[in-house]
């Protein structure tokens, strides 16, 4: 019997190309597709008519997007950007606030890593407000998240941060999500230890214990290492760059992928530290 929508692995057979390609033609929108129960499916009677030339799926425009990645400070993207001379400028500013700025098309993508629970990252907040947009969620790396401590410190739980000053990060951030949620967890309230200063990247972060003005900061690895710093894992994260379907096929963001699919950013990756650029690439979600 003869069904109206075709599978990915149905249409990847016809195509006689991998699965990976059919789900970069839906992220395109160079494909005919429908999104059901989280699942893609091909109109039969569609995929006919694209086949011969008579479908031609309309491409979602691109000359309203701005060149500029947004969302939240990663050390290793904002290095990558420059390194690869993709001519994207950046603007972060925490991952609800990318998100914000990519719903309203004033950025082209923007990184992402939201706390969810349960391990997961992302995909609620996307499924939320982009299910019926044209957008795809492309993995870009697993990050180690921690407290950052002054070399020698004796702290090793969020629960000893109680009477100590603290660097925060912006609400927007996805590291003030997770900062929130392990002080919950550990019956931290906000009185219990002393805000001395709210910063907008990982890097300013650092830069307060390294200066003394802060007994700790939540935030990534690859930031400790860069003052020398302590670090007390607490969780291995997932970070996401969300972006525009067209957009993702245009010269600034290939650059950018072609880029790191070298060895040179795969040493970038091992000297920052705390990484795991293994998923690199993969997609993770792709909206309507």
């Known amino acids: 019997m003869t069904t109206a929508f075709l599978t990915t692995k149905e249409l990847a057979d016809l195509l006689r190309v991998k699965e990976r390609k059919v789900y970069d033609l839906a992220a395109a929108g160079e494909v005919p597709c429908r999104r059901v129960t989280g699942k893609l499916l091909f109109p039969r009677a569609e995929i006919e008519a ?12 691109t000359q309203d997007l701005p060149p500029i990645v947004a969302g939240s400070h990663d050390p290793l993207l904002d290095w990558a950007l420059r390194q690869a001379g993709t001519g994207l400028a950046s603007f972060f500013d925490g991952s609800l606030d990318g998100l914000d700025r990519l719903a309203k098309r004033t950025a082209s993508a923007s990184g992402t890593h939201v706390y969810e629970g349960q391990a997961q990252w992302n ?90 003005r802060a007994d700790a900061a939540l935030g990534l690895e690859a930031a400790a290492r860069q003052f020398k710093l302590a670090f007390q894992p607490l ?36 000297e920052l530290g705390g990484y795991d650029i293994t998923p690199l690439g993969q997609v993770r979600w792709v909206g309507a």
């Open 123 to 212: 995909l609620d907040h996307l499924r939320e407000r982009f299910s019926s947009q044209a957008v795809v969620a492309m993995a870009w790396a697993k990050r180690r998240q921690g407290l950052i401590l002054p070399a020698g410190s004796s702290i090793t739980a969020m629960a000893e941060l109680a009477g100590k000053r603290v660097t925060l990060r912006q609400p927007t951030a996805g590291s003030r999500i997770l900062f929130d949620h392990f002080a919950t967890k550990a019956g931290l309230s906000a009185e219990a230890y002393q805000t001395v200063s709210v910063v907008r990247t990982e890097t300013e972060a650092a830069a307060d214990v390294a200066s003394g």
């Open 50 to 61: 694209w086949l011969q030339g008579d479908g031609a799926v309309e491409p979602t425009p």
């Open 235 to 270: 969780i291995e994260e997932t970070f996401d760059l969300v972006v525009w379907q067209r957009a993702y096929f245009e010269p600034p963001l290939q650059a950018l992928w072609q880029f790191c699919r070298s060895r040179d950013f795969a040493d970038k990756a091992a």
